[in-house]
């Protein structure tokens, strides 16, 4: 069957990127299909990965480095991007999306991704010296305003949360942080860890307020003192900087008439129960399951719909992708922090044990059933974390003693690291967040793809978290050697064994 269809894509964030690139993969060998795509973005950036922003704040990172790749195009799609425009209103009866400038986009379906905003600490707050930390925008602000050593109250402890802190406190910030909660990371640690994450905090120069309710900033003029708390307590301070959550971006849609509650309403096949051409995907979709704010949901959301829109089957879901969203590591300058399961409290039924060094700043619970690891948290303990982590995603048996898991090292569910990646088995995951093997990266490395730019546009590795960048930079210098470029010089015994394609097979078996 012939596919004809007109796309506009209102978004041009992480998971609108995930749509356009996968719609050109599916399309790359299908001469019945023609797509003209149309995509409209507020920001006037390329896409770029969301999830570093922490990491630039912290000095792990540059802003330059975070676009995204380009995505896949095929002959039978046609793109059209427009940045720094802002789509306003959906015209369901005309079927045509009208910009503020004006410019009308004719659709058959019109797929809104257009992401969420920062929620602020008080709705009536006033702006001044307050910044939340969600665009490239926001992250350039906020470097601005922390280029010399001053005091910054974050408020949230969240993960993001704490990585602001962390990053802020890096950069020389007398850093306060305030949580409604009773502890830092109250969705992911139980009480036990969470004090020892703040004691590790503490050592970083980083102050902790539980049970903190904010209740006004209070300025002298524009320039932002402090703030107050609803006990009374007050926290001198030049800069806030908040963690709250997010609102979905549901505007466009509620001026069409649309079912809005949290987020836009779609069914299970991510269309609006009011219109089927109209689509919505990522954080400002609510499908039945909820609004997550996560973007293993939203990347998962962008594949289902763009197989609906060329007619392909759903694609079974894969196990490492089932595994992503349960796995969550901190990413914070002296702070570790990894967690497995939906939550703090251990699986009922599992055998747990629990580890705790609080003078040591390590402490480690783990959780087993059926030979498995069900569940985990892990503070202070990355060694034990890694070990934790690969055998929770690859499903390797574990000693029905959980205890065992923290005495002893499991040499074959450890995750493999690039001092030896000829140890690595080659259906070793690589990137969580895409599910992305050492074979994956292999293979795209014998298909010329040798620089890292060019492995993450083959395989989409370190367009996540950015969590696996290290361990494929290692992969790629390891098949470098392996697999020299063809204008390579060899006089060596060592470069012509890598020529060996007998040597390169023995090296890439799992």
């Not at 912290?58 to 002959?75: E, F, N, Q």
């Not at 320039?223 to 900087?241: A, F, K, S, Y």
């Not at 998962?300 to 694609?315: F, I």
Request: charged share 25%; hydrophobic share 40%; with cysteine.
């Amino acid at each position: 069957m012939s596919i004809r269809m007109r796309i506009v894509v209102v978004g041009h964030g992480m998971v609108a990127a995930r749509l356009l690139d996968e719609l050109g993969r599916l399309t790359a060998d299908r001469s019945d299909t023609t797509l003209e795509v149309t995509v409209i973005g507020a920001e006037p950036h390329r896409p770029y990965n969301r999830l570093l922003l922490s990491e630039v704040l912290a000095g792990r990172a540059d802003l330059g480095r975070l676009t995204l790749p380009a995505p896949t195009v095929s002959s039978g799609m046609t793109l059209r991007v427009l940045r720094g425009t802002n789509a306003t209103k959906l015209d369901r009866h005309r079927q045509v999306v009208v910009c503020d400038d004006g410019s009308e986009f004719a659709y058959d379906t019109v797929v809104l991704a257009t992401g969420a905003a920062a929620r602020l600490p008080l709705p009536d707050a006033a702006p001044q010296g307050v910044r939340v930390l969600r665009t490239i925008d926001d992250c350039r602000e906020l470097l601005a305003a922390c280029s010399y050593p001053r005091r910054v109250t974050v408020v949230g402890a969240g993960l993001l949360g704490l990585e602001i802190a962390c990053g802020l406190a890096a950069r020389g910030a007398d850093v306060h942080v305030l949580h409604r909660g009773g502890h830092v990371l109250d969705r992911q640690l139980p009480a036990d860890a969470a004090e020892t994450a703040r004691a590790a905090l503490a050592d970083n120069g980083i102050r902790v307020l539980s049970d903190a309710d904010l209740e006004s900033l209070q300025h002298d003029g524009d320039r932002l003192t402090g703030v107050r708390l609803r006990d009374g307590r007050e926290v001198p301070t030049d800069l806030v900087v908040a963690s709250v959550g997010i609102a979905p971006r549901t505007e466009i849609a509620a001026r069409a008439g649309l079912p809005v509650r949290t987020g836009i309403v779609v069914t299970d096949a991510l269309r609006s129960p009011a219109d089927p051409r109209i689509a919505a995907i990522g954080d400002c979709a609510e499908p039945a399951s909820g609004c997550t704010g996560l973007l293993a949901p939203g990347w998962a959301q962008a594949d289902r719909l763009a197989r609906d829109l060329v007619g392909r089957p759903a694609a079974q879901e894969d196990a490492a992708t089932r595994h992503t969203s349960a796995v969550v590591k901190l990413k914070a300058t002296g702070v570790d922090v990894v967690t497995i399961g939906d939550g703090p409290a251990p699986p009922d039924g599992a055998r747990t044990v629990t580890l705790s060094d609080p003078a040591g700043r390590r402490h480690v619970q783990v959780s087993v059933a059926g030979r498995r690891v069900v569940a985990a948290c892990c503070v202070g303990a990355k060694r034990v974390a890694a070990d934790l982590t690969a055998a929770y995603e690859r499903g390797t048996p574990v000693p029905d003693d959980p205890a065992l898991l923290l005495l002893d090292r499991l040499p074959s569910a450890t995750v493999p690291t690039t001092d030896d990646p000829t140890t690595m088995p080659s259906r070793a995951t690589v990137c969580r967040c895409n599910g992305v093997t050492k074979k994956d990266i292999v293979d795209a490395h014998l298909a010329g793809a040798r620089e890292l730019p060019e492995v993450a546009a083959a395989t989409r590795a370190t367009t996540g978290c950015g969590g696996c960048t290290d361990v494929v930079c290692g992969l790629l210098a390891w098949m470098d050697d392996v697999n020299p470029a063809e204008d390579t010089e060899v006089d060596s015994e060592q470069g012509k064994e890598a020529r060996d394609p007998h040597a390169l097979q023995r090296a890439c078996e799992p």
